[in-house]
């Protein structure tokens, strides 16, 4: 069974560019999350899509970022303007629905900002 | 208060060393608890899910205490390749939230 895929895995930026982040779910898979994790830091929730709606973006910083899943599958991240605190690791995750189940990641994407 | 809490380590054990660490949670309303393990540079990765009765997966053992609110993650006979940093994940409704991590390092 083919994994959570990101892209890019990694990426640098100056202050002030936008950057976009890619994920494609396990297949049947109706739950999917964006996770920031700063270094030394456990994954923070951004958005949570299931299927195509959006469920929970309270952590989400919605003056630059911005999240879609226009067909319930594959979804994107953006950033605009980034950051110096932004970055960080962008982890893609997704999940059946129902109380016990679990998340399986993707690799995410490393993002720098100089 | 942070919703899940853990002790960050670092836990420093030998080969062969059990070692166990908890984590605490704020909601009494959490329904589902699972351990994850990450190591250094990697995506988080299931270890295991913790039931209301404790849980055994091979040299890991789970526990949930409801009425204190936290759960425990024991490791036996630790090998070399258990150093990772271990995160206490907890659901609620449709929301799943992580604590920072408690790293381990076991040394030969």
Known sequence: ?114 | RKEVEQDPGPFNVPEGATVAFNCTYSNSASQSFFWYRQDCRKEPKLLMSVYSSGNEDGRFTAQLNRASQYISLLIRDSKLSDSATYLCVVRVDYKLSFGAGTTVTVRA
Do not use: M
């Not at chain 1, 690791?89 to 490393?110: H, K, N, P």
């Open chain 1, 1 to 114: 069974e083919a994994g959570v895929a990101q892209s890019p895995r990694y990426k640098i930026i100056e202050k002030r560019q936008s950057v976009a982040f890619w994920c494609n779910p396990i297949s049947g898979h109706a739950t999917l999350y964006w996770y920031q994790q700063i270094l030394g830091q456990g994954p923070k929730l951004l958005i949570q899509f299931q299927n195509n709606g959006v469920v929970d973006d309270s952590q989400l910083p919605k003056d630059r970022f911005s999240a879609e899943r226009l067909k319930g599958v594959d979804s994107t991240l953006k950033i605009q303007p980034a950051k110096l605190e932004d970055s960080a690791v962008y982890l893609c995750a997704s999940s059946l629905i129902g109380q016990g189940a679990r998340a399986f990641f993707g690799q995410g994407t490393r993002l720098t900002v100089v």
